[in-house]
């Protein structure tokens, strides 16, 4: 079994597993909070191979509580980590291309354009070239500002999203694991 923890984003802290070579189904285990209390079940369950982590872009205290607490299961477990970038796992909820988005306070958002780097703005800096795709606790000013959003039932779910990326990303050793924060202490151009 896999453990994915995303506390990338404001809005939202998830905690899935994902299936293990040997076809263990697919199942959320927590949205919406960061349970430690099940992740301890895990643990005293034995079955857990692997940790993975959102590593942003996010905020600097959310990303720091998933990550950390990410690493320290996995030093301690003595199993491997791998990180997963925060805008790739949006991404990969839809088969088309979409501009993924997710919170990053103060009316701004982390947003990744296909093909280009994550970039952090406002709804008006965020090109319309794509349906939207992401993690968000209020779509208003996204959608004021002429942008719109893939349905939610065409997209996949976070756990099937975090899994298609664990088929390809490789993990790192403990000291190598990168997180991606964002400066938004900017001054405005």
Not at 20 to 49: C, H, M, Q, W
Not at 67 to 93: C, E, K, N, W
Not at 101 to 107: H, K, M, N, Q, S
Not at 124 to 152: E, Q, T, Y
Request: zero cysteines.
């Amino acid at each position: 079994m896999i453990l994915v923890i995303d506390t990338s984003s404001p809005s939202v802290a998830t905690v899935a597993t994902v299936p293990t070579i040997d076809g263990e189904a697919t199942r959320e285990l927590s949205t919406g909070r960061f349970d430690p209390e099940l992740v301890k079940e895990l643990v005293r369950s034995g079955t857990l191979a692997k940790v993975a982590v959102a590593s942003g872009p996010g905020s600097f205290t959310g990303l720091r509580v998933g990550v950390s607490f990410g690493l320290g299961l996995a030093m301690g477990l003595r199993i491997p980590i791998v990180p997963l970038p925060t805008l790739d796992i949006q991404a990969a909820r839809s088969d088309e291309p979409v501009t993924a988005v997710v919170d990053a306070g103060r009316g701004r958002y982390y947003f990744q354009v296909p093909g280009e780097r994550p970039r952090l703005g406002e709804p008006a800096a965020i090109p319309g070239s794509h349906d939207l795709a992401g993690n968000v606790a209020d779509r208003s000013s996204l959608v004021a500002a002429g942008h719109r959003f893939k349905p939610d039932d065409e997209l996949r779910p976070f756990v099937e999203a975090a899994e298609s990326l664990l088929r390809t990303t490789r993990e790192v050793p403990y000291r190598n694991l990168e997180v991606e924060y964002m400066h938004s202490f900017l001054a405005k151009r």
